[in-house]
Structure formats: structure tokens, C-alpha cells
């Protein structure tokens, strides 16, 4: 039997992880993480996000339980624009402020422990080189370091699985269609939320968010060229 854990967090790039691990293990449990983010509305639509993947998918008891990990301590050691009242901008040394250091090699050592508990060998992440940020810790190199370094120190055969890795928001909506037709593309929309202010509130064809974030700016890009290649 085939086991994955998906790191999921309620956004876009998370819930097609998601619905890619579901296609193909024969077992995926979810985990996300409380990291004292300014926003905590990503965190409040994950349960409907999860019900509705394994609903559309019809999963059934392939989507096992869902692990929230506290790690507080994160938004305590960081002073970035996700965890801090500030702005949203661009730093001297090209980085956005929404950079929050380590935070990804720390969910990955925590995905890895929880995985090695529950005996699963496929930890999928939605980290993406491509359309993103410039983040370091969504590089494919990045990833590829710290799967080498996870299986030494655990002494497991881990794979990391990055299956968003190298597309663009487009081809992410793409391959949400490709697995779940539009009723997938539906839900991704619907409910998924992205916006880097957490804004639930304000509605687009896009889906809910701000609408200014740089996160709004990739998925209302990514969406509107997803739907011109459609027509
Ligand atoms: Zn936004």
C-alpha cells in the first residue's frame, strides 16, 4: 500500500496537492501548521477544502485523518510581513517581506517526523519554483537537500514529492482539471483561499482574497490566463 502525507494549508497550490496525492497513493493523510500567521483564515477553510477534494474525487477512506501541528514558536522567532501588522514589500536584498526564514525546512522536518510515525513514505508539498516568489525554500534544490539530509538522519527511504515544482498558476488550474474536471477547478476556486491579508470577505472571478496581495496578483494572473486557454 501506497502512503503520502500532504503538507496542506488550505490555499490553491495545497488543495491541488492534495487532490495529485489522491489520484495516485492509496492512502494520504494532511497536516498543517499553526505558526502564529497574522492571518488565520487559511487555517478555518481547510476542513471544508478537505471535505470537498475527497468529495468531488470521491476518496472515500483513501483520505485519512488530518494532523495539526502547533509550531508557535515559529511566529515567535520571525519578524515578517505573514506573521507581524507589517507592510507587504519588497526588501533591500530582493526578497519579499512575506519571507518568513525556515519556514519550509522546518514544516518538511516536521512533515518528516510525522510521516515516519505514520508509515508513510510520499511527503507532497506545493512548493513551486516557477510563478513564486523567489522564496529559497521552494527551490527544487532546496528540496532535493533536504530529502538527502531527511532520509540520513531518519533513516528512511522519504521522497519528497513536488508535483507543482515547475508549473505556472495556469498549468496548476490545469492540472486541477485534469484530475478533477471542473467540479475540482469549481471547489479550488471557491473555497481555497490564497490572499496573503486573509480576506474572505471580497469575492472575484478568481476566487475570495484582497485582491492587491502579491498572492492575489498570482492567482487572478494565473487564473485569467488559465481561462484563456481555455476559449
Ligand atoms: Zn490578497
Not at 486573509?198 to 494572473?221: I, N
Request: net charge negative; charged share 25%.
Amino acid at each position: 500500500m501506497s502512503e503520502a502525507l500532504v503538507l496542506f494549508s488550505g490555499g490553491q497550490d495545497s488543495a491541488t496537492c492534495l487532490a495529485w496525492a489522491l489520484d495516485r497513493f492509496d492512502r494520504v493523510e494532511t497536516v498543517g501548521f499553526d505558526y502564529g500567521q497574522r492571518h488565520r483564515a487559511e487555517l478555518d477553510v481547510r476542513d471544508a477544502v478537505r471535505d470537498g477534494i475527497a468529495d468531488v474525487l470521491k476518496a472515500g477512506d483513501r483520505l485519512g485523518i488530518d494532523h495539526m501541528l502547533d509550531l508557535g514558536l515559529l511566529g515567535q522567532i520571525s519578524e515578517t510581513s505573514l506573521t507581524r501588522e507589517t507592510e507587504i514589500a519588497m526588501r533591500d536584498d530582493g526578497l519579499p517581506s512575506t519571507f518568513v526564514p525556515g519556514r519550509n525546512l522546518i514544516f518538511l522536518t516536521f512533515a518528516a517526523a510525522l510521516a515516519y510515525r505514520r508509515g508513510a513514505r510520499h511527503i507532497v508539498t506545493g512548493v513551486c519554483e516557477t510563478d513564486y516568489s523567489g522564496y529559497p525554500d521552494c527551490r527544487d534544490d532546496t528540496i532535493k537537500a533536504m530529502q538527502v539530509a531527511l532520509n540520513l538522519g531518519m533513516e528512511r527511504r522519504f521522497v519528497l514529492e513536488t508535483p507543482l515544482m515547475w508549473l505556472t498558476k495556469a498549468a496548476t488550474w490545469q492540472m486541477a482539471e485534469a484530475i478533477g474536471g471542473s467540479a475540482l477547478v469549481e471547489l479550488v476556486r471557491e473555497r481555497t483561499l490564497s490572499c496573503y491579508l486573509g480576506d474572505t470577505e471580497t469575492r472575484h472571478d478568481w476566487g475570495m482574497g484582497c485582491g492587491d496581495c502579491p498572492a492575489c496578483d498570482l492567482r487572478r494572473t494565473g487564473y485569467s490566463e488559465y481561462r484563456s486557454a481555455c476559449s
